[in-house]
């Protein structure tokens, strides 16, 4: 990786007995739009305002491009202003007294920049932004999705090092955050500016992001890219909190190249690093629903890689079929196409990809 545009080293703020952040190692490359995804209460937020500069470091360091940002050690702290960082909140906070353009040069004038060059980085901004067309208009009158155009324009155009979203597509509808998440990524092309966000959404972090870290209890459970998390968690919170997973539970034998799992009839061998696992241990096999190619049971014996399920219930979604299914001892979630239709009692054929599966120890 290039020199990272922003390193967190042993990075902790505690609020009395507990660790809201418990020494965080992550590094965030030029360019980047890097995001950190937990549950309510992991520590996303204290992690942000550390690093905007509105949260104390207790131990640990924030270094951006090389220069120091805080460093808990010596107690030193670069001021909030001085940072170069900007930040976009849920709330966008758009001045409503202010015309779009007037609320996208006040960056600027704070700044101490002058009027002519204040006009023309605004007017280049806006374009970009795609709001050259309402920058005479107030911005009290603006869609959400315009007012976050705004937010984003006058974070942006001060060119800042590092650009903080906080839940950056929490308070738009559907169609409008598949909107923004294409415009952000567009932004972060064209202008080249580092992006951390925070987010509780899987969604949200897995399509916006290049890289994820997955936080709980105040630590990095994994860093990846959106996929790697997706397909090869490495921990069972990662595993869960990134969508739904099939979990089937069997027994474990170790092979040349691999385990292979049994689960009554049937088995599935699974081409995983079996480190940490025994012969005879129970373990569970886990997939991700769409990986797993569903069809009506044939009479014959099961193949390798194919399970038999029964199906208890199905919910018609729309774009997809829901079925919960009995699979060996257990039950499953899984989505199948909506033309081919089963019915509770039907029986059925899942063949697991043995590249997509993961094995774990129960
Ligand atoms: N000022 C504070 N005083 C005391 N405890 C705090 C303070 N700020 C945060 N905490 C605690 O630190 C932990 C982490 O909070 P944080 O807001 O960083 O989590 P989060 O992942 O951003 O959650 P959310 O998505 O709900 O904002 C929580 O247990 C929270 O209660």
């Known amino acids: 990786m290039a020199a990272p545009q922003l390193a967190l080293r042993g990075l902790t703020r505690r609020f009395g007995d507990v660790a809201a952040v418990d020494g965080i190692d992550l590094d ?3 360019g980047q739009i890097f995001a950190l995804l937990g549950p309510s209460g992991c520590g996303k937020s204290t992690t942000l305002r550390m690093v905007a500069g509105l949260e104390r470091v207790d131990a640990g360091t924030i270094t951006m491009a090389g220069r120091t940002l805080a460093d808990g050690g010596t107690g030193k702290a670069m001021r909030p202003e001085k940072r170069n960082i900007a930040m976009v909140f849920q709330s966008y906070a758009v001045w409503p007294h202010m015309t779009v353009g007037q609320n996208v040069e006040f960056p600027l004038k704070m700044r101490g920049v002058g009027k002519a060059e204040r006009r023309r980085r605004a007017a280049e901004i806006l374009e970009v932004t795609g709001l050259g067309a309402v920058a005479g208009r107030s911005a009290a009158m603006l869609s959400g999705g315009q007012q976050q155009r705004v937010a984003l324009a006058r974070a ?4 800042p090092d590092l650009l903080l979203l906080d839940e950056p597509l929490s308070n738009l509808d559907a169609k409008l955050r598949t909107q923004m998440r294409h415009e952000i990524r567009r932004l972060n092309r064209e202008l080249g500016t580092t992006m951390l966000f925070v987010t509780h959404d899987q969604d949200e972090a897995l ?3 290049d890289r994820v870290a997955v936080m709980n209890h105040g630590r990095v459970e994994q860093v990846g890219a959106p996929d790697e ?8 919170f990662v595993r869960d909190f990134l969508g739904r997973v099939v979990m089937v539970e069997g027994t474990l034998t170790r092979t040349a190249d691999g385990v292979r799992v049994f689960f009554g009839e049937t088995h599935a061998d699974v081409a995983v690093a079996a480190t940490g696992l025994a012969d005879g ?3 569970a096999l886990c997939c991700r629903p769409e990986d797993l190619d569903i069809r009506p049971a044939p009479d014959a014996r099961p193949a390798p890689n194919e399970l038999r399920a029964t199906v208890e219930s199905a ?3 729309g774009d997809s079929i829901e079925y919960v299914l009995r699979i060996a001892d257990g039950t499953a979630v899984v989505t199948g196409g909506r033309h081919q239709r089963y019915e509770a009692g039907d029986r059925l054929a899942l063949t ?3 590249q997509r599966a993961t094995v774990w120890s129960l």
Do not use: F, G, N, W
């Open 281 to 283: 241990d129970r373990v």
């Open 352 to 354: 697991v990809d043995p």
């Open 156 to 159: 942006l155009v001060y060119t």
């Open 315 to 317: 919910a018609y979604l």
């Open 207 to 209: 399509s916006l992001a």
């Open 229 to 236: 998390l997706y397909e090869r968690p490495a921990t069972p």
């Open 28 to 30: 965030l490359a030029p």
